[in-house]
């Protein structure tokens, strides 16, 4: 079975200083890997996927199969970025995305 | 406007009433479904469908049922045999083949 887990329930940073959300996971195949958002107000959204080894809105992400690790890192944080993330895993040829339990972000200024 | 709607926002109902919540969507996504998110507990998978007449259960269905009649539409049916029915309620779909699921405004559900 597929388990993802972020430790961090509450983070909290000042604004400017480098921030990173932590996400293990437990599958034994390929996994695809994603990270989620969720504004104050706002739905849940697809901030970046592993895939595609993008920047969105200065996160990035790297898979560590050795550590099976996909931790999102920020070198300068923003106020905005304060919100709800959620690291979440699909399997090979699965259709289900399994979600961690959440970290909250708070950028303090 | 396309997208996923959830109705209604907020719910509430008396214990042992059953309560169905609605999901729509224009995307034209065969994959829908229904999360379960409580503080601390992140999003729980409770129901899941693949194409219309079929769905598969989740890690948490107990207490829940869903039909899929219709490509735009699925409804989520929390039964009285759900023993916990307090919490916000997440629709989602996708592409078959695709990578990102798009997701509802969400209803909270309150049980009183």
């Known amino acids: 079975a597929q388990r993802v887990t972020q430790p961090e329930k509450l983070l909290s940073v000042f604004k400017g200083a480098p921030v990173e959300l932590k996400c293990n996971y437990s599958?034994?195949?390929?996994?695809?890997l994603f990270w989620y958002v969720q504004y104050s107000r706002q739905r849940l959204q697809l901030l970046l996927r592993h895939i595609s080894r993008e920047s969105i809105k200065g996160f990035t992400a790297d898979l560590n199969k050795g550590e099976t690790s996909f931790h999102l890192k920020k070198p300068f944080a923003q106020e905005e970025d304060s919100a709800m993330y959620y690291c979440?895993?699909?399997?090979?040829?699965?259709?289900?995305?399994?979600f961690g339990q959440g970290t909250r972000l708070t950028i303090n200024p | 406007d396309g997208g996923i709607t959830q109705s209604p926002k907020y719910l509430f109902r008396k214990e042992g009433q059953n309560v169905t919540l609605s999901c729509e969507q224009n995307l034209n996504h065969d994959a829908m479904y229904w999360y379960r998110q409580d503080p601390g507990q992140g999003l729980r998978l409770i129901y899941y469908?693949?194409?219309?007449?079929?769905?598969q259960k989740g890690d948490i269905a107990e207490g829940y049922s869903v039909s899929r009649e219709k490509k735009e539409s699925f409804p989520l049916t929390v039964t009285s045999a759900q023993k916990n029915p307090t919490a916000f309620y997440l629709c989602a779909s996708k592409e078959v083949g695709g990578t990102e699921a798009f997701f509802g405004q969400g209803t909270r559900l309150t049980v009183v």
């Open positions: 599958y034994s195949g390929s996994p695809e």
């Open positions: 469908s693949q194409i219309v007449n079929d769905f």
């Open positions: 979440a895993l699909r399997a090979q040829g699965a259709q289900k995305l399994v």
